[in-house]
């Protein structure tokens, strides 16, 4: 089995920076593509960008140019760089991962979950 816990969400200013973080534990070896979804109230889920283990990143319109995913693989560890920050990125956020080598935009293909973290865009 895979674990995978988030942290670094908050509160920010509109035009500000977040860089969220997800660590993995457990069976980490099969995992293959990791990504990071969101789900705000009243709204459906939302999958926002992902990255194979070969380094085949994906990003949803609504993000792009914005936020930007890495892994580092010597801490287990995905990240969410999240820049230029509007309020209607306020949402809970959520790692994933999937044994598969996946570069689309469908959360239901990932088979790993984390808890989520909160980010709040307001001024």
């Known amino acids: 089995q895979v674990q995978l816990v988030e942290s670094g969400g908050g509160l920010v200013q509109p035009g500000g920076s977040l860089r969220l973080s997800c660590t993995a534990s457990?069976?980490?070896?099969?995992?293959?593509?990791m990504g990071w979804y969101r789900q705000a109230p009243g709204k459906g889920r939302e999958l926002v960008a992902t990255r194979t283990s070969s380094g085949t990143t994906t990003y949803a319109n609504s993000v792009k140019g914005r936020f930007t995913i890495s892994i580092d693989n010597t801490k287990n560890t995905a990240y969410l760089q999240m820049n230029s920050l509007k309020p209607e990125d306020t949402a809970v956020y959520y790692c994933?991962?999937?044994?598969?080598?996946?570069?689309?935009?469908?959360?239901?293909?990932?088979?790993?979950w984390g808890q989520g973290t909160q980010v709040t865009v307001s001024s």
């Open positions: 994933v991962g999937t044994r598969k080598y996946y570069s689309g935009l469908d959360s239901r293909q990932f088979d790993y």
């Open positions: 457990g069976s980490i070896f099969s995992i293959n593509t």
